[in-house]
């Protein structure tokens, strides 16, 4: 490994399910040696890309969790870390473009800008990833990697700049043009190893000629050097390169490649470009948190004698315990050394220190600043910080979102209970946006994710990894009951059945308040003694747990004693509890109770054309719709929507936007379910309790 | 305090005893005013007004946010509800709420085509239909005669009233003043009503440049 910062990058790549990522990131691993052989993803060979290690992901042909590896090319060490495409498992790009400095955007030169190319798009925005374009899949038929980068333009903003051009399309496709050295590359040898450079072919001298003045108008203006050389009509490669770096570096630029991956073709210009192009982890601003100064920022320094600070950034249990993938962002990390998680203050010492290559690894003695690596027997979360002792500084929080969907499940047998909880217990761990718990209301063990596909892909796993077979069900929500006005209730308990009898009256009111719950004694003359008030309470509060209508918790209700009755032998206890469940019974109904349901803040982000059809699609599930923000191509629908009529949203919403559509949802407040939903609600309820019985 | 004793404290009743009916379907209303001195506060007293009136209120606003025009609504609200001692205005709230719209642009992106077809969005799903809309932000400098003019139809076809914010600097001094300033000077017999809105210490004066003759200060 060599220790030069400046010869090493750390590059994501992301892009639209089924644009061709996997394949890409498989023919880099060839061209720089990391492998020997090419799989395809659906690969009739059944070996599967290296990168879709998981059997899972072969099945299905997506790649599910980020692997990352590491590869040479041309005495740089480019870490990669491959990220799913599908909107579900978008943590896994998030955590992914946190710890990376650029990333390359692969986009597929039929499919062009698609909704996940939006959504992979804004999340490196936000972590400000300088990126390069790559076009693929230029062989296939519709192929038109020039309407592609239009679309970059239009629907990306990105000022995307062609650095090649095609020599023929679709099933001619043969080569490109490079529009720095403004030759033709070819391809050649049975898996493109070879590079052919030829003169342009004359049908295509024109269209390069203008191309490259474009790109040299669009470079120019992030480079006095060019702008001169370009008067002058002297332009180097040296000086345009360092223009479209300078252009890159500021997210002024996007430089845009193409090829085919699986023909083998345009592979070996990307990996030059990611060299040339994207930054060195030193080019790049990194802030901690110093958690000892008041949570001031701290710039870090990718300087290897300094403290450590480094960031867990994914976590994966392996046949050999918790494996940690780690970024170290200051400092050096080396086997033997003493770590402190500054979130939990816990040292650690670091045993083996690994550099990943998707499901192989190879051991190596440290890792210096600007790596990514990982651990071997690190107790910690993802997202946590190390540092050296005597530091305590916190890389700021990773963007996670809240998860919009759950669903209930249940192991079929004991055996599959102890197999599921361990199953979870590592799920939640290894991924945040993926949470389970245990509903106390309905006993149901529940898991919230980003999807009903996250879901689903969670529930497999478990079943193939933990050999725990789960049922799933729909989870019920969780309704709630109040009251609406004021009632009085005043409520005689007395039996005698032999032996002690028991006695209690119980008489006062009941109005609605905004707080869950609130008693208050006034009883004067001691009509209740002072030694059973605190039963009356224990007897409204067991009341409140169930209410009569659907059975949910009753909250918002005030109780008043305000008068009663005492016998000095058959009072007890347990007579004024059951007295006051039966003054409860007694003043709720006349209370006019109703049934809340929680709302939900729903967003939902979608392509302006499709505006007019979400709304309709929330409209339709009894939603309120606040307010559209439309920007540019895009839409911002916000929506408070009943949860229980968010079920198969996701499904509804991709089907009516071609998927073009994403949205997200949070608890916003308990609202009161309209009389017909609340009917139905009591009908079903009953009726359940029907069959129970 | 109830919902409709609520209603008197819109600033418009000084102009008007029935503030709501200010304005015609079809109707243009300008505040004018400079750079903080209660242009939007204005405007949302009389989307508040007109929402406890059970009016459909749309709220276009450009360049802003719908969170941050949810934030103006809270706060006047929070204000009302300080100042008149409420304590139910959550239920208030609930029920009102379902008549406002918010629609937001950025500014560059705003035009009365979109417009119209985010309109006909709501109206032909039956999900809202506006009774008097206040758009807030339009930048009249850059804004042609015939956009407004289209608007104007646009607001004709659909039967509401629209008031617009308008921004006026310094240099847009006036000689008299019922004169109109030069934002809205060369387009002002398209409003209705213009009002311009002078701050005077903890005060703000506001003068009826057009329309019901009247000059009060709240």
């Not at chain 1, 041309?74 to 955590?95: A, C, L, M, Q, S």
């Not at chain 1, 008041?294 to 249990?317: H, Q």
């Not at chain 1, 005043?490 to 059945?497: D, I, L």
Request: with cysteine; charged share 25%; hydrophobic share 40%.
């Amino acid at each position: 490994m060599n220790r030069d910062p400046a010869m090493v990058r750390n590059i994501g790549i992301s892009a639209h399910i089924d644009a061709g990522k996997t394949t890409l990131t498989e023919r880099i691993l060839f061209y720089t040696q990391r492998i020997h052989a090419i799989h395809d993803v659906k690969g009739k060979d059944g070996v599967g890309a290296t990168m879709d290690f998981m059997e899972l992901e072969k099945e299905r042909g997506i790649t599910i969790t980020s692997a990352a590896t590491y590869c040479e090319w041309k005495g740089y060490e480019i870490n990669i870390i491959d990220t799913p495409g599908h909107v579900d498992f978008t943590i896994e790009v998030e955590r992914a473009l946190r710890v990376l400095d650029g990333g390359v955007l692969v986009l597929c030169s039929v499919g062009g800008v698609q909704s996940q190319s939006i959504t992979v798009d804004r999340q490196m925005s936000r972590y400000k990833v300088p990126c390069i374009a790559f076009i693929n899949k230029c062989d296939r038929s519709g192929a038109n990697p020039f309407r592609v980068i239009e679309q970059l333009r239009e629907k990306l903003n990105h000022n995307a700049v062609a650095m090649q051009i095609p020599i023929g399309i679709e099933a001619d496709f043969q080569g490109v043009v490079d529009l720095i050295s403004m030759k033709a590359m070819y391809f050649d040898g049975p898996s493109g190893e070879q590079i052919r450079l030829e003169e342009i072919p004359q049908g295509l001298r024109a269209e390069a000629e203008a191309r490259r003045e474009s790109l040299i108008d669009a470079a120019s203006m992030f480079s006095d050097e060019l702008m001169e050389a370009a008067l002058d009509e002297k332009v180097t490669a040296d000086v345009l390169i360092d223009a479209i770096r300078n252009g890159t570096l500021a997210r002024g630029l996007t430089p845009v490649f193409i090829g085919s991956a699986y023909k083998n073709k345009g592979v070996q210009p990307l990996l030059d470009a990611v060299t040339h192009y994207l930054p060195q982890p030193m080019e790049v601003e990194n802030f901690a948190l110093d958690m000892e100064n008041g949570e001031v920022e701290k710039k870090l320094e990718t300087d290897f004698s300094k403290s450590l600070v480094a960031l867990t950034f994914k976590l994966e249990e392996g046949r050999y315990g918790q494996l940690t993938y780690i970024r170290v962002y200051q400092g050096t990390l080396s086997k033997g050394d003493t770590i402190v998680n500054s979130r939990t203050g816990r040292k650690v010492r670091v045993g083996r220190v690994v550099h990943m290559h998707a499901d192989q690894m190879e051991e190596i003695g440290s890792l210096p600043a600007g790596y990514i690596g990982a651990l071997f027997g690190v107790e910690c979360s993802s997202g946590d910080t190390f540092t050296s002792p005597g530091t305590r500084y916190s890389m700021t929080s990773m963007h996670i979102p809240e998860p919009v969907i759950s669903l209930a499940i249940g192991p079929k047998d004991n055996k599959a209970q102890v197999k599921m909880s361990k199953a979870l217990s590592r799920f939640t761990r290894e991924d945040p946006t993926f949470r389970a718990y245990v509903d106390h209301e309905t006993g149901d063990t529940i898991i919230s994710g980003m999807g009903e596909l996250h879901l689903e892909i969670y529930v497999e796993r478990m079943r193939r990894e933990y050999g725990a077979d789960v049922t799933t069900g729909i989870p019920q929500v969780a309704y709630r009951e109040t009251i609406t006005r004021q009632a009085d209730f005043n409520y005689t308990h007395k039996k005698q059945t032999g032996g002690a009898g028991q006695f209690g009256r119980v008489a006062g009111y009941m109005e609605p308040v905004k707080d869950e719950f609130v008693f208050e004694n006034r009883i004067v003359g001691g009509s209740i003694p002072t030694e059973f008030i605190s039963s009356c309470e224990k007897g409204f509060k067991k009341s409140i747990e169930k209410g009569q209508l659907l059975g949910f918790p009753v909250t918002g209700v005030k109780i008043v004693i305000n008068d009663g009755q005492s016998h000095p032998v058959d009072s007890s206890d347990m007579a004024f509890q059951a007295a006051s469940r039966r003054a409860f019974l007694e003043g709720y109904r006349k209370a006019k109770p109703v049934i809340l349901e929680p709302i939900m803040k729903v967003e939902v982000e979608t392509p302006t054309e499709f505006q007019g059809a979400v709304m309709g699609s929330l409209n339709q599930r009894r939603g309120m719709i606040l307010g559209t923000q439309d920007e540019g191509n895009i839409s911002v629908i916000e929506a408070g929507v009943p949860l229980a009529e968010m079920f198969g949203y996701s499904t509804i919403l991709r089907s009516g936007t071609q998927g073009k559509a994403q949205f997200t949802m949070e608890f916003s407040t308990y609202r009161q379910v309209p009389k017909s939903v609340a009917d139905e609600l009591i009908k079903k309820a009953a009726e359940e309790k029907k069959k129970a019985a | 305090m109830s919902k409709n004793n609520l209603i008197p404290t819109n600033p418009l009743k000084f102009i008007k005893e029935d503030a709501g009916h200010l304005l015609g379907d079809g109707q243009f209303g300008a505040i004018l005013a400079g750079a903080g001195e209660g242009k939007t506060s204005f405007l949302m007293h009389l989307a508040l007004d007109n929402l406890l009136r059970g009016k459909n209120v749309l709220h276009i606003c450009l360049g802003q946010p719908i969170k941050k025009v949810c934030l103006w609504y809270d706060e006047i609200l929070h204000r009302i509800s300080d100042q008149y001692e409420l304590n139910n205005t959550n239920v208030m709230w609930e029920m009102i709420l379902p008549h406002r719209f918010i629609m937001t642009f950025s500014i560059e992106d705003f035009s009365v085509e979109r417009l119209e077809e985010r309109l006909n969005d709501l109206t032909e799903q039956g999900i809202f239909f506006p009774q008097i809309v206040l758009l807030d932000g339009l930048p009249f400098d850059k804004t042609e005669q015939s956009s407004l003019i289209k608007l104007k139809t646009l607001t004709k076809e659909h039967g509401f009233p629209v008031w617009f914010t308008v921004m006026i600097h310094r240099e847009d001094k006036v000689e008299q003043p019922d004169d109109i300033p030069s934002p809205i000077s060369h387009i002002s017999d398209l409003f209705e009503v213009i009002l311009k809105l002078k701050p005077a210490g903890r005060e703000i004066n506001v003068q009826l440049i057009k329309g019901p003759k009247l000059d009060k200060v709240l």
